[in-house]
């Protein structure tokens, strides 16, 4: 299976901030790279595919970049909404699997 | 607008069986392959289980294979996930989500709300 790590594993923020996140695949996965929030007691929600596509309806905000092995999630201007817990998966094969997520807190 | 709604969890012994559903509305079911995803209390996401639009292609996680069958009716436009001999590590919300095609990609365009599962004596 392909193992996903992500950094930080938590970070704190202020609303108006750039905030990066760091997601890396342990084997190439080429741009098969999607980006997901959850919030507590909400459905998980899409926000970047294949590496970095927006998904439709999401505020332009959000960016995402990288192939290979190595991919970035950016934020470029924090939102009070946009504090939850974000996941990179990969979808090159089967079984797909996520990062262990990044906790985005208010600072 | 595209809307799942999960349902089915609860409190079941080791060793008992339980049966999830999703209903999916706003799309045609048929078209896309679904999956179900779950999250472990205090945990990230685990892919379970996925299954084509047609249903003929179905796809387990190691950890759930010969234990959880995946299924769908087309009638119904509902997605089932049938779990026996449960474990305490099958603890967790379980997600249904919707595929970008036909074909298991794996890659989730929209999730259900999610049904809370817990195995415990």
């Known amino acids: 299976d392909i193992q996903m790590t992500q950094s930080p594993s938590s970070l704190s923020a202020s609303v108006g901030d750039r905030v990066t996140i760091s997601c890396r695949a342990s084997q190439s996965i080429s741009s098969y790279l999607n980006w997901y929030h959850v919030k507590p007691g909400k459905a998980p929600k899409l926000l970047i595919y294949a590496a970095s596509s927006l998904q439709s309806g999401v505020p332009s905000r959000f960016s995402g970049s990288g192939s290979g092995t190595d991919f970035t999630l950016t934020i470029s201007s924090l939102q009070p909404e946009d504090f939850a817990t974000y996941y990179c998966q990969q979808s090159y094969n089967t079984p797909p699997t996520f990062g262990p997520g990044t906790k985005l807190e208010i600072k | 607008e595209v809307q799942l709604s999960d349902s089915g969890g609860g409190l079941v012994q080791p060793g008992g069986s339980l049966r999830l559903s999703c209903a999916a509305s706003?799309?045609?079911?048929?078209?896309?392959?679904m999956s179900w995803v779950r999250q472990a209390p205090g945990k990230g996401l685990e892919w379970v289980s996925a299954?084509?639009?047609?249903?003929?292609?179905?796809y387990y996680a190691d950890s759930v294979k010969g234990r959880f069958t995946i299924s769908r009716d087309k009638s119904k436009n509902t997605l089932y996930l049938q779990m026996n001999s449960l474990r305490g590590e099958d603890t967790a919300v379980y997600y249904c989500?919707?595929?970008?095609?036909?074909?298991?990609?794996?890659?989730?365009?929209?999730w259900g709300q999610g049904t809370l599962v817990t195995v415990s004596s």
């Open positions: 989500a919707k595929d970008r095609e036909r074909t298991v990609t794996t890659l989730f365009d929209s």
């Open positions: 299954i084509s639009g047609s249903g003929g292609s179905t």
């Open positions: 706003g799309f045609t079911f048929s078209s896309y392959a």
